[in-house]
Nanobody, 120 residues
Framework: QVQVVESGGGSVQAGGSLRLSCAASGSIRSINAMGWYRQAPGNQRDLVAIITSGGSTNYADSVKGRFTISRDNAKNTVYLQMASLKAEDTAVYYC??????????????WGQGTQVTVSS
């Protein structure tokens, strides 16, 4: 009953930039953390960046200084601005949203993923 939809993926050359967006909708009472994860073929799904409701952020070491996560609480939306992209950033990027619904029921929802391909 919580929908998470990503957008903004695509193909770019190394050194380029992309911006991903993720919007959560449905029966949401409050959102705690919103994060981006990625999974390359044959690899596990790893955290890229996460942001709390208070604005605290955490990044994977591999993207620090290149990626920036931000959120618009009024729109239940999180963004991932990616710069200086490398071939190794190629993966399917997934958005994760954690929060609570009516009556305090917790939810942990994933989007369907968006492909990011960086060519060298």
């Amino acid at each position: 009953q919580v929908q998470v939809v990503e957008s903004g993926g695509g193909s770019v050359q190394a050194g380029g930039s992309l911006r991903l967006s993720c919007a959560a909708s449905g029966s949401i009472r409050s959102i705690n953390a919103m994060g981006w994860y990625r999974q390359a073929p044959g690899n596990q799904r790893d955290l890229v960046a996460i942001i709390t409701s208070g604005g605290s952020t955490n990044y994977a070491d591999s993207v620090k200084g290149r990626f920036t996560i931000s959120r618009d609480n009024a729109k239940n939306t999180v963004y991932l601005q990616m710069a200086s992209l490398k071939a190794e950033d190629t993966a399917v990027y997934y958005c994760n949203v954690q929060g609570s619904r009516r009556f305090g029921i917790q939810f942990d929802s994933w989007g369907q993923g968006t492909q990011v391909t960086v060519s060298s």
